[in-house]
């Protein structure tokens, strides 16, 4: 089947077999490898992307079901002048170890910021729950993530 999407902002078109994972596609057509294969369940969120704004997790999502989209992986985020202020956050706030887990865990986050502006921790902690970090026990994740939130920024 054709397949045209935008892929953080660039354009794209490609024939695909109807039942690749849209994870499979960014991966291995696109090249873009920052976004992970981690339990191919839906359980730890390292292949969350975001699709027209919203979190989803790549891995049990099939290409052909976001034909026609808008989608931005953990790639896409930086600009010209740096860092997107998510990815900035857990740089300086050290919210990350091995780093498997971070591109998702920055995703969701940033659609979860978008969703709510000025989260509370128990806000953080439920938005972020379907991403699983296995060893930075998230409380820096956490305070990552409030660092962005209106509230820091007073």
Same mark, same amino acid.
Do not use: W
């Given at each position: 089947m054709k397949l045209e999407l935008t892929v953080n902002d660039t354009p794209h078109v490609a024939e695909i077999e109807?039942?690749?994972l849209l994870v499979h596609y960014l991966r291995d057509v @696109?090249? %873009?490898? &920052?976004?992970? +294969?981690?339990?191919? $369940?839906?359980s730890c969120g390292t292949c969350t992307v975001l699709v027209d704004g919203e979190s989803v997790?790549?891995? $049990? !999502?099939?290409?052909?079901q976001v034909n026609g =989209? =808008? %989608?931005? $992986? +953990? *790639?896409?985020?930086? &600009?010209?002048?740096?860092l997107n202020r998510v990815q900035q956050a857990f740089h300086d706030n050290h919210a990350l170890?091995?780093?498997?887990?971070? =591109?998702? /865990? !920055? /995703?969701? =986050?940033?659609?979860? @910021? *978008?969703e709510q502006p000025d989260p509370t921790e128990a806000d !953080?902690?439920?938005? @972020? *729950? &379907?991403? %699983?970090?296995?060893? $930075?026990?998230?409380?820096?994740i956490v305070k990552a993530v409030l660092?962005?939130?209106?509230?820091? *920024?007073?």
């Amino acid at each position: 089947m054709k397949l045209e999407l935008t892929v953080n902002d660039t354009p794209h078109v490609a024939e695909i077999e109807p039942r690749t994972l849209l994870v499979h596609y960014l991966r291995d057509v @696109l090249g %873009l490898t &920052g976004t992970k +294969i981690g339990c191919d $369940t839906s359980s730890c969120g390292t292949c969350t992307v975001l699709v027209d704004g919203e979190s989803v997790k790549s891995c $049990t !999502v099939f290409a052909a079901q976001v034909n026609g =989209a =808008a %989608l931005t $992986t +953990i *790639e896409g985020l930086a &600009g010209d002048d740096g860092l997107n202020r998510v990815q900035q956050a857990f740089h300086d706030n050290h919210a990350l170890q091995c780093g498997y887990c971070t =591109a998702g /865990m !920055v /995703m969701a =986050a940033v659609s979860l @910021l *978008e969703e709510q502006p000025d989260p509370t921790e128990a806000d !953080v902690r439920g938005g @972020l *729950e &379907g991403n %699983l970090c296995r060893c $930075t026990g998230y409380h820096n994740i956490v305070k990552a993530v409030l660092s962005c939130g209106r509230a820091a *920024e007073r």
